[in-house]
T-cell receptor, first 113, second 112 residues
Framework: DADVTQTPRNRITKTGKRIMLECSQT?????MYWYRQDPGLGLRLIYY???????NKGEISDGYSVSRQAQAKFSLSLESAIPNQTALYFC????????????FGPGTRLTVT | GEDVEQSLFLSVREGDSSVINCTYT??????LYWYKQEPGAGLQLLTY?????DMKQDQRLTVLLNKKDKHLSLRIADTQTGDSAIYFC????????????FGPGTRLSVLP
């Protein structure tokens, strides 16, 4: 089984809808991250969490919110989706000893029409 | 702000060497990374190098760092079809995990 899973894998939604992307991990890592990938651009950090009580904004947090429900679960929400949030979204985890080694989920392809 | 640049495409013949290049602008970059993304999958850390090193070799992979020119390269020897993927260069001023700057990725196509 995959160590980092994301649901759904694909989602098409309409402008203005609320949508939640979920991430679960079995690696036992404390640190979790949400990234966005756009064509021709590198990954950009949306939010990160170093433990259940710690949530931090990344480079592009506007329009997004997150929830760390447990050590193993980190959800990303779009309160009111807009077309320029169409992208590939990745969740990642890392541990305290080697935080630079991030383990990525397979990604969620989100399309906002 | 910081920027990481890579060419977007590279094609090589199976068995040849591949060289993927990356340039970065942040002179305080301390850690430099290469990630691999296979189709339909997330990124996987391939290797990393600290700024106090010039070269790192790991089996078929060789990383070269030119700090003066802020240039990083990844050489894959004896390239195989399984090496076809997108390769991302990334840099960070620290090893905390939340300050990565990723390049746009180079799509490597290995031709038979």
């Amino acid at each position: 089984d995959a160590d980092v899973t994301q649901t759904p894998r694909n989602r098409i939604t309409k402008t203005g809808k609320r949508i939640m992307l979920e991430c679960s991990q079995t690696k036992g890592h404390d640190r979790m991250y949400w990234y966005r990938q756009d064509p021709g651009l590198g990954l950009r950090l949306i939010y990160y969490s170093f433990d259940v009580k710690d949530i931090n904004k990344g480079e592009i947090s506007d329009g997004y919110s997150v929830s760390r429900q447990a050590q193993a679960k980190f959800s990303l929400s779009l309160e009111s989706a807009i077309p320029n949030q169409t992208a590939l979204y990745f969740c990642a985890t890392s541990d305290l000893q080697s935080p630079w080694e991030q383990y990525f989920g397979p990604g969620t392809r989100l399309t906002v029409t | 702000g910081e920027d990481v640049e890579q060419s977007l495409f590279l094609s090589v013949r199976e068995g040849d060497s591949s060289v993927i290049n990356c340039t970065y602008t942040d002179s305080s970059s301390t850690y430099l990374y290469w990630y691999k993304q296979e189709p339909g999958a997330g990124l996987q850390l391939l290797t990393y190098i600290f700024s106090n090193m010039d070269m790192k070799q790991d089996q078929r992979l060789t990383v070269l760092l030119n700090k003066k020119d802020k240039h990083l390269s990844l050489r894959i020897a004896d390239t195989q079809t399984g090496d076809s993927a997108i390769y991302f260069c990334a840099e960070s001023p620290d090893n905390y995990g939340q300050n990565f700057v990723f390049g746009p990725g180079t799509r490597l196509s290995v031709l038979p």
